[in-house]
């Protein structure tokens, strides 16, 4: 019955990302991949689709505060597996917004990329990991760099976290190591 949930869940969610990537308009938006390892025994993969430049809905004056980074906003779909036991599946549909900032200027930039955003999950348990409720944040940091000047493609590895912040008990969270690689359209 839980695999039939899960890939009921992946369909509904692939459902949700789709009319996204074909709705939106023509600019530098991104696709990307990602792969993510955690010491729980949790690997996942990742899709998604990231709007770049997007509206900021904070005040100019605040972002100047911060370095004036880029804004993004991201859809992303993940799925992580026990490595343990390969039934035991959780997957997640996010969305977030990420701030960037260019650490080098070159034609082969790095980024600092930072964001918080929230997560529905379809479970709220993956091997000994109690999140109690469906709904979690995603918290995430880390480095990006575009080495390919044409194309505008990018590596990024990052940490990211996801927990309910005390909503409910337990909230034992999730924490990942993420190597993305992202290539504009």
């Known amino acids: 019955m839980k695999n039939i949930k ?5 369909v509904l969610l692939g459902g949700l990302l789709l009319p996204a990537l074909l709705s939106s308009p023509v600019q530098a938006n991104e696709l ?6 955690s010491t729980d025994h949790l690997n996942g993969l990742r899709v998604g689709y990231r709007w770049t430049d997007g509206p900021k809905i904070l005040p100019e004056s605040w972002f100047n505060l911060v370095g004036s980074p880029r804004v993004h906003w ?9 490595s343990r036991q390969s039934d035991d599946r959780l997957n997640a549909l996010t969305f977030s917004p990420v701030l960037q900032w260019t650490l080098t200027q070159s034609n082969r930039p790095l980024f600092l990329e930072a964001g918080i955003g929230v997560s529905l999950l379809d479970n709220q348990q993956i091997s000994d990991r109690d999140l109690s409720i469906s709904f979690q944040f995603e918290d995430r940091i880390g480095l990006s760099w575009q080495y390919d000047p044409i194309s505008e493609a990018r590596l990024s590895f990052s940490y990211a976290h996801y927990s309910q912040a005390d909503l409910a008990r337990p909230n034992d969270g999730l924490d990942f190591w993420v190597l993305t690689w992202h290539v504009p359209m």
Not at 6 to 10: A, D, I, M, V
């Open 74 to 82: 991201e859809l992303g779909l993940n799925t992580w597996v026990n």
């Open 6 to 10: 899960n890939k009921t869940f992946g």
């Open 32 to 37: 990307h991949v990602a792969a993510s390892y």
